[in-house]
């Protein structure tokens, strides 16, 4: 499989542990993206990368989560002390920068339950 | 604030008739505009897009959008609904600044699809 890859798919954590999400891309995208989906909303963008380099942080994306893309390959979201609040769909996507309107290839997701 | 706005939660069509699921959109710029489709235990599938060229966009399963820039819509349409195309659709703005872009998409709620045999 191709695709965009999200591990784990589904998380059951409890109020006040961390929790790290992992990303795998499509091979050649340069550009990976992570949202949050809530029940009955639309994806929420949280941020994004360009190879290693985190251009753009979301309003939502508190201090108690962190984004990396270390060697501008895979990518790990990592939430610290998770609130009950915290319980949505995080998505992950990929593009590569000026291809077909840099269209986003969406991985499965990783489903957090705060418990 | 740029926002996207999908003014239905449910659409309900019998099938074989036509369908259409509205979208309008409020983005600074000229933005790329896509159609995500979501089925249940499945990820995000882009279905269509428009980011030059014609207003009227087709894409996959058959389906089409007509970007009207005068009124910010990129309605989805398709002709004949099936049973098979029930499922969550999303329309997706991403916005273009002057002299650079902008990564992220923004979406609708999304609207759910319900096409009845």
């Known amino acids: 499989d191709t695709g965009v890859s999200q591990d784990p798919r589904h998380k059951i954590t409890k109020r006040g542990q961390n929790v790290t999400f992992r990303c795998d891309p499509i091979?050649?995208?340069?550009?990976l993206y992570w949202y949050r989906q809530t029940l009955g909303q639309g994806p929420e963008f949280l941020t994004y990368?360009?190879?290693?380099?985190?251009?753009?942080k979301s309003r939502l994306l508190s201090d108690r989560f962190s984004a990396e893309r270390p060697k501008g390959s895979f990518s790990t979201l990592e939430i610290q002390r998770t609130e009950q609040g915290d319980s949505a769909m995080y998505l992950c996507?990929?593009?590569?920068?000026?291809?077909?309107?840099?269209?986003?290839?969406f991985g499965p997701g990783t489903r957090l339950t705060v418990l | 604030a740029q926002s996207v706005a999908q003014p239905e939660d449910q659409v309900n069509v019998a099938e074989g008739n036509p369908l259409t699921v509205k979208c309008t959109y409020s983005?600074?710029?000229?933005?790329?505009l896509f159609w995500y489709v979501q089925y249940p235990n499945r990820g995000l599938q882009v279905l269509l897009k428009y980011i030059t060229g014609d207003n009227l966009v087709k894409g996959s399963y058959g389906f089409e959008a007509e970007f009207n820039k005068s009124q910010t819509s990129f309605h989805l349409k398709k002709p004949s609904a099936l049973v098979s195309d029930s499922a969550l659709y999303f329309c997706?703005?991403?916005?273009?600044?002057?002299?650079?872009?902008?990564?992220?998409?923004?979406f609708g709620k999304g609207t759910k699809l319900s096409v009845k045999p």
């Open positions: 996507a990929s593009s590569l920068l000026g291809r077909s309107g840099d269209e986003q290839f």
């Open positions: 997706a703005v991403r916005p273009l600044n002057y002299g650079g872009s902008q990564g992220n998409l923004i």
């Open positions: 990368f360009q190879n290693e380099a985190q251009l753009e």
């Open positions: 091979s050649e995208h340069n550009r």
């Open positions: 983005v600074s710029g000229n933005p790329y």
